[in-house]
């Protein structure tokens, strides 16, 4: 297939949120027109062969592979970033991921904070998350590779995770001050955690290299409330990527194009204005 055209602003869709084989996901985002794909926990257990397959696929409808997460399943493994104890863990972890980033040309490694601790304060735990984030920065700086920080909600999804909203995350960046850390913005779970996606999304874009959209309160596709955002990423002249991360109901090729096409006509100031459905300011 060619290559999709070239855009302001990169498209991308998660590849956990749709359903079959790695190959069958890959073709239904190259069907929708996506230009990228991104990985969470898929490439942990491949081998160099399995990597070589997977960027030969990718790169065969004129994809790429714009990130992969810096601590695979960590959800079910001791991998807090909060905790001194896992840091040995946590940084081994990393290191793997940045050396796979660098085998697949991904440029992204995501970085969450993990689960809270019990029992420890939270100023005492934003240090030792501030500390390993200065750490990992500069193993990400050592690779060429872009960390972000990503910030998930812990009201419906994730209820012990650490950091929570972009303002913390934000602030986490700005501290650590290293090129090679910044953020990803999920509208979603922003919007579950806070209830105001735009206003924080215009103290963060500047920092920002990675959207993900959906809607709340039950990841939907987005809709004609998510033109308020590309608006915002508009006027802000935001030029890096936007990722479809929702769960396509129906036929998934269908939804992600429908979407697809509505960010590009918003960005290319042909989106005709409607009234939201779900105010996000």
């Known amino acids: ?11 991308s869709v998660m590849l956990w949120t749709l359903s079959g084989t790695f190959e069958e996901r890959v073709r239904t ?32 409808f004129g994809m790429n592979i714009q990130t992969l997460s810096a601590t695979p399943n960590w959800q079910a ?13 946590v940084l081994s972890d990393l290191r793997k991921a ?29 240090a030792n998350l501030l500390e390993i984030c200065k750490q990992a920065s500069a193993l990400a700086a050592a690779a060429d590779i872009t960390l972000l920080a990503r910030p998930l909600n812990n009201k419906i999804d994730y209820k012990d995770v650490y950091l929570a909203t972009s ?16 953020l990803v913005f999920s509208v979603y779970d ?49 030029t890096h990527t936007v990722g479809m991360e929702y769960k396509p109901k129906g036929k998934a090729v269908a939804s992600l194009k429908r979407t697809i096409d509505q960010f590009r006509a918003a960005i290319n100031e042909r989106a005709t204005p409607v009234p939201t459905e779900t105010p996000l300011v």
């Not at 493994?77 to 905790?83: C, G």
């Not at 796979?100 to 735990?125: C, D, F, I």
């Open 98 to 126: 940045l050396s796979m980033a660098r085998k697949l040309e991904t440029p992204y490694v995501l970085l969450t904070s993990g689960n809270a601790l019990s029992g420890t304060s939270r100023e005492e735990q934003y």
């Open 77 to 89: 493994r001791p991998v807090s970033l909060l905790n001194t104890a896992h840091r040995e863990g």
């Open 167 to 182: 303002a913390e995350a934000l602030k986490l960046v700005k501290e650590v001050d290293s090129p090679h850390l910044r």
């Open 190 to 238: 922003e919007q579950v955690q806070t209830g105001t996606a735009i206003p924080a999304l215009r103290d963060a874009l500047e920092y920002t290299e990675l959207i993900h959209m959906a809607e709340a309160p039950d990841r939907a596709e987005p809709g004609t409330a998510s033109l308020e955002i590309y608006r915002a990423l508009q006027k802000g002249n935001y």
């Open 1 to 11: 297939m060619p290559p999709p055209a070239k855009a302001k602003i990169t498209s």
């Open 29 to 60: 985002a190259a069907d929708a027109g996506m230009q990228t794909v991104e990985l969470q926990d898929e490439y942990s257990n491949w081998d160099d062969a399995q990597v070589k397959r997977a960027k030969r696929l990718v790169g065969s």
